[in-house]
């Protein structure tokens, strides 16, 4: 299927609670970076991995309570992120309870931060950490923008929320603009850009979602292997297409003697000009191309920060 320059947003996915007496200790067995210091109040990203070390989905999990937890995911599918966490409650004392459909979410630029969380009664949140009220919650993105999102889907005060958002002009960043300044920044969105077949260390995630210190979770032995290791042979990163045409997701890569060097993962317009994200084999050099809807080869350049 040809892919358009549009692209879903302002919805959050998936909110899924977890509270118990056990709730703690069972988060830190499947989640690959280490909540052992997460206080009340903290928030932290990571990953859902499977026994081979590949990514399922990401979260943002918020310790709500001294028991109680907010998993959150821009991306996820809903049943994923439960089914991946519900299978593996054995004898653990933990409940979960998944929202039923996306809630609205907003993404902050940051000259409107104090004035959106104004309109909520609500402060900036720590580095780290979030803050709620009254069904609404803040907390900083990976990319550092602030998100805003509320448990309820239809309620007054999110509806009252987005016509002052409006009235007051305070700018929310959507796609495809949001996207492709991530891209550049070499960060993917688990679900659009990275699949089930991507590990960690290949799409930018071995560092900032990944703890090596920590004690068992699934798929730690590949992430200590890998740690150990200290390379991959795949890297995703952002290229720049000839704006003019449109691309099927997952269209391969070949470079100039027509081999294999990697997919075409999603593109984006922006401005006249088009861009993606893909995931090269780390061999591959010299220039590349793939294939339009068309049937014609187009070239794929690899951006690179200062270009």
């Known amino acids: ?39 009340e109040g903290d928030c932290l990203y990571g990953l859902w991995l499977n026994r081979k070390g590949k990514i ?3 979260s943002y999990v918020l310790r709500t309570g001294e028991e109680r937890f907010a998993i959150l995911s821009e991306n996820g599918e809903r ?18 309870a998944v929202n039923g459909e996306s809630l609205p979410l907003w993404v902050i630029d940051k000259r409107g931060e104090e004035s959106a969380l104004g309109l909520l009664g609500m402060s900036i949140p720590k580095v780290g950490g979030f803050v709620s009220s009254e069904g609404a919650i803040a907390f900083w993105g990976q990319d550092g923008y602030l998100r805003i999102v509320f448990e309820e889907v239809d309620s007054d005060r999110v509806k009252r929320f987005a016509e002052e958002i409006a009235v007051d002009r305070i700018q929310v960043l959507e796609a495809p ?25 290949e799409v930018g995630l071995g560092e900032r979602a990944v703890s090596y210190n920590k004690g068992c979770y699934l798929g730690q032995e590949v992430m200590a292997r890998l740690h150990a290791i200290g390379r991959v042979r795949r890297e995703m990163v952002c290229v720049e297409l000839y704006p003019e045409s449109e691309f099927e997701l997952g269209s391969i890569v070949f ?20 861009w993606g994200s893909a995931i090269l084999n780390l061999q591959a050099e010299g220039s590349l191309w793939v294939k339009d809807t068309e049937n014609e080869r187009r070239e794929l350049k690899v951006w690179k920060r200062g270009d």
């Open 1 to 39: 299927m040809a892919q358009s320059c549009k692209d879903k947003v302002g919805l959050l996915d998936v909110m899924l609670k977890a509270e118990g007496e056990d709730a703690l200790q069972f988060l830190q067995g499947q989640f690959s970076n280490d909540l052992g210091d997460l206080g």
């Open 255 to 274: 470079d100039a003697e027509e081999k294999k060097r990697g997919e075409l993962r999603r593109s984006l317009c922006e401005g006249g000009k088009r």
């Open 177 to 201: 603009g949001l996207t492709i300044e991530n891209w550049k920044s070499g960060i993917f969105e688990v679900g659009f850009d990275i699949l089930d077949t991507d590990l960690p260390q």
């Open 79 to 96: 049943d994923v992120v439960h089914d991946r966490l519900d299978e593996y409650i054995i004898m653990d004392d933990v409940e979960l």
């Open 56 to 58: 399922l989905a990401d």
